[in-house]
């Protein structure tokens, strides 16, 4: 599910109080979709940290009558707010899937019935909970599984591109990133899982790095802070973009009038960012244009870069191998330059 798409599901289960489950990989922005939808919906928030808390936090605090003749739970923190609530309110629980089995069990109770012991979650409350995969590292071991059956669904976040541009320019990142990443999308999340103390490039880790580009920091630094923020082959590969920024056309003005000589940089890095852009574009109704810009660049000499634009469209999408703008390309020169530089 899309960000856009767990969204607007969001929107219609926190009004109607159904349960949801998000999982995927971190730093991709599970929290603050979910705060956005919250805030969105004009729901107040409650946040827990299941991970750090203890079995009593979601039950209350055994606690003896002044006669001593009986106990009860009295409930606290998060749980006395949820019960208190007179609101559309969401009870946030944040890693779940981190959470040791006890703690994970204390919440069955609450999340089906709406009730533990002698309280009752009113209605007006939504639970909704966010974890990482087992797959990532994250000290994830699961989640019970009468804890996953009480969700109305359990839905994975994957990131797009188009929905994290949209973000970033609402909140301001760096413009030199967002064309970056719209120019190399792979890196907007590569998030893989490792012992070392490094980072991935995810969209939490871009939007670090946005913000060390607005510190005024002197160029040696920066480079080390943006590679400890999204890792060493991100960093270097944004910051050789960046020597070419401002000669990079527009990708979508070169869809446009593909036949524009003007459009055709002159340097290899900004070539090798304009076809590797121009690859992850390639859709039915844009593939003409831009199989019009290789044959251009074929005959501007650049026959490499040509062959490599049409080589990374189909390792992309085998698809357009059989659209009559490859197939044209492929039976004239431009078919000739693949096979040849295939062979190396």
Not at 22 to 32: F, H, L, N, W
Not at 149 to 154: C, D, E, L, N, Q
Not at 218 to 235: D, I, K, N, Q, Y
Not at 298 to 308: D, T, V
Request: aromatic share 6%; hydrophobic share 45%.
């Amino acid at each position: 599910m899309t960000p856009s798409e767990l969204t607007g599901l969001l929107a219609q289960t926190i009004p109607a109080g159904a349960p949801i489950l998000v999982v995927g990989a971190p730093g991709i922005g599970k929290s603050q979709i979910i705060e956005q939808a919250t805030k969105a919906a004009g729901a107040n928030l409650i946040v827990s940290h299941p991970a750090v808390s203890d079995p009593t936090d979601a039950k209350g605090l055994p606690w003896i009558s002044a006669d001593q003749a009986s106990a009860r739970f009295l409930p606290f923190g998060d749980l006395s707010a949820a019960i208190s609530a007179t609101t559309r309110t969401v009870w946030f629980l944040d890693d779940l899937g981190q959470a040791p089995a006890s703690v994970q069990a204390s919440y069955m109770q609450l999340l089906l019935a709406r009730r533990v012991n002698e309280h009752r979650v009113p209605e007006c409350v939504t639970f909704i909970a966010a974890t990482n995969r087992r797959t990532d590292r994250a000290n994830v071991s699961g989640i019970l599984e009468p804890v996953k059956s009480r969700f109305t669904a359990i839905v994975e976040l994957e990131t797009t591109l188009d929905d994290w541009c949209g973000w970033a320019m609402r909140y301001e990142i760096e413009p030199q990133i967002v064309a970056f990443l719209r120019f190399r999308p792979a890196l907007l999340s590569a998030f893989a899982p490792t012992a070392d103390l490094t980072n991935s490039p995810t969209p939490r880790t871009w939007a670090h790095a946005s913000r060390l580009m607005t510190m005024g920091l002197p160029a040696p630094v920066l480079r080390h802070a943006v590679s400890g923020a999204v890792g060493e082959g991100a960093a270097a590969e944004l910051f050789g973009f960046l020597e070419v920024y401002t000669e990079l056309p527009d990708l979508d003005d070169i869809i446009g009038q593909p036949s524009g000589w003007g459009l055709i940089p002159k340097k290899a890095a900004a070539l090798y960012a304009v076809v590797t852009g121009l690859a992850m574009k390639a859709t039915a109704t844009t593939i003409a244009p831009i199989v019009t810009y290789g044959e251009r660049l074929a005959e501007k000499g650049h026959g490499e870069f040509a062959a490599l634009l049409l080589r990374d469209i189909v390792r992309r999408d085998p698809a357009m191998m059989v659209t009559p703008a490859v197939m044209g390309a492929l039976r004239g020169p431009l078919g000739a330059l693949i096979e040849g530089h295939g062979k190396h």
